[in-house]
């Protein structure tokens, strides 16, 4: 019983690292990402060692997928609590019978936006999104008004 504890413990703290190592691999510097990837590995060696300890298979296939689903779960919800809101910019396009419908939308929740409209029968929306909750506005807007549009994240200038 001791070595399957061990075992758990190792595999959740082994998940939670190795998602971990993931995103900040993705989202992070190289310094970042190598410190990360060195603990994870290493750490990942100590769980197969614990993995061809003498416990029946099937308790570790049942730990190995429990401690998965938990770990990674939570990792994603504290990453997506601690995540900081973008600027994102939305370039949308509506025909131009939807123009008025799609400014009273804009203008009904505040939304920033400027518009351009074109010699053919297309209205081009530019609208910027600093907060999460506008970019959801901004999406129903758009699949309500039957918008073809694209998303731009801002980045850094340096």
């Known amino acids: 019983m001791n070595l399957l504890v061990i075992f758990t413990v190792l595999s959740i703290v082994n998940v939670i690292i190795q998602t971990t190592k993931s995103i900040v691999t993705i989202k992070c510097g190289k310094s970042a990402a190598a410190?990360?990837?060195?603990?994870?590995?290493?750490?990942?060696?100590?769980?197969?060692?614990?993995?061809?300890?003498?416990?029946?298979?099937?308790?570790k296939v049942i730990v190995t997928a429990l401690v998965n689903l938990v770990g990674v779960y939570i990792v994603k919800l504290i990453e997506e609590k601690t995540r900081r809101d973008k600027l994102?910019?939305?370039?949308?396009?509506?025909?131009?019978?939807?123009?008025?419908?799609?400014?009273n939308n804009l203008t009904m929740y505040a939304i920033p936006f400027n518009m351009v409209e074109t010699t053919s029968r297309w209205t081009i929306f530019n609208v910027y999104c600093a907060t999460q909750?506008?970019?959801?506005?901004?999406?129903?807007?758009a699949d309500k008004n039957k918008a073809k549009f694209f998303v731009s994240e801002t980045k850094s200038l340096i």
């Open 35 to 59: 410190l990360v990837n060195a603990v994870a590995y290493g750490l990942y060696t100590v769980v197969i060692v614990y993995t061809n300890a003498d416990f029946p298979l099937w308790e």
């Open 133 to 141: 909750k506008e970019s959801k506005l901004v999406k129903e807007i």
């Open 88 to 103: 994102w910019k939305v370039e949308m396009t509506v025909p131009k019978t939807r123009a008025e419908t799609m400014t």
